[in-house]
């Protein structure tokens, strides 16, 4: 897919993101398998890959493993677990829209290309039969919703990105921009997802701090986890400026200038920029999520 039908490059639009089906992605490193279970993904968290279903009596040639020592002791006779095949592996995303992501030098905000990637990811759970379920961080509030596997649903999951992500943009001018740390709704988060899930998150992970990358590790530690960051180049190096000239900025309440001219205030910006993405880096690293960058100057199909 070339491009998608945008119309703003601030605001979103809900055609913009049933388009979004439509793009081709490498996707994160875990098998996709065909099986006769609900969802076809293979979990890579270990365990049996099964359920508890009922306890009965125990029978010649059951696994001694499985033997319900509760219930053998309890009756007096022995009984066995029975298992059957876990069928679904719900799919969490967690779509950052608090301030940062609201920034663009281009044709596109932050905002606008993580809408479209969450509506993506939604979009290939769907074909592959899971339920899905939308986490909005919205800086100190979160809009949380609940899995599930009908395409109405998910059509509403993105009915609400768009709203929200409008609202709040619509609003900007008149707020503190001032972004903190995603730790209350990642604990959350935390809360809703069980084994086994499928989660991704989407962010520009400016604002994880310690605490954050510790609710990252929880996640992790039993569940399947991807990173997705989106940044905008002019947050990563300035452009080169051939003569004397000021990029006028503003962060809603106030404004400045960079002087991209400046040889040593080029290397500090490039320096400090280094320096953050090092950290994204190493606290995703820590918490073993595989991740890919995104930049919003590229278009998805130099993704694909």
């Not at 509030?141 to 929200?164: D, F, M, R």
């Amino acid at each position: 897919m070339d491009t998608i039908s945008r119309q703003s490059p601030v605001s979103l639009q809900i055609e913009q993101l049933i388009e979004a089906r439509a793009i081709h992605l490498n996707m994160p490193p875990w098998r996709q398998v065909s099986s006769s279970r609900h969802g076809n993904r293979l979990s890579k968290v270990r365990g049996r890959g099964m359920e508890f279903d009922e306890v009965r009596h125990y029978q010649p040639g059951d696994d001694i493993r499985c033997i319900d020592w509760r219930v053998t002791a309890r009756t007096g006779k022995t009984h066995t677990k029975l298992f059957r095949e876990d069928r679904e592996h719900p799919v969490f995303i967690f779509l950052d829209l608090s301030h940062s992501m609201y920034f663009g030098s281009g044709d596109k905000l932050k905002s606008v290309f993580a809408s479209e990637l969450a509506a993506c990811l939604g979009w290939n759970a769907q074909q592959l039969g899971e339920r899905v379920a939308l986490t909005l961080h919205l800086g100190e509030q979160a809009h949380n919703q609940k899995p599930a596997a009908s395409k109405t649903h998910w059509l509403a999951q993105l009915q609400s990105i768009v709203e929200v992500h409008n609202q709040k943009f619509a609003t900007l001018a008149q707020q503190q921009l001032q972004d903190c740390s995603p730790t209350h709704n990642l604990e959350t988060l935390c809360q809703l997802v069980k084994t086994g899930y499928q989660v991704h998150l989407i962010s520009d992970f400016y604002h994880f701090d310690s605490a954050a990358a510790l609710h990252l590790q929880r996640l992790a530690s039993h569940n399947q986890v991807f990173a997705w960051q989106i940044s905008d180049p002019l947050e990563q190096q300035l452009p080169k400026a051939n003569t004397a000239m000021q990029l006028q900025v503003s962060n809603g309440n106030s404004e400045g200038y960079l002087q991209p001219d400046s040889k040593a205030f080029r290397q500090q910006f490039r320096r400090l920029a280094k320096q953050r993405q090092q950290h994204i880096e190493q606290m995703l690293q820590q918490a073993r999520i595989p991740h890919q960058h995104f930049s919003t100057a590229l278009e998805w199909q130099d993704y694909a």
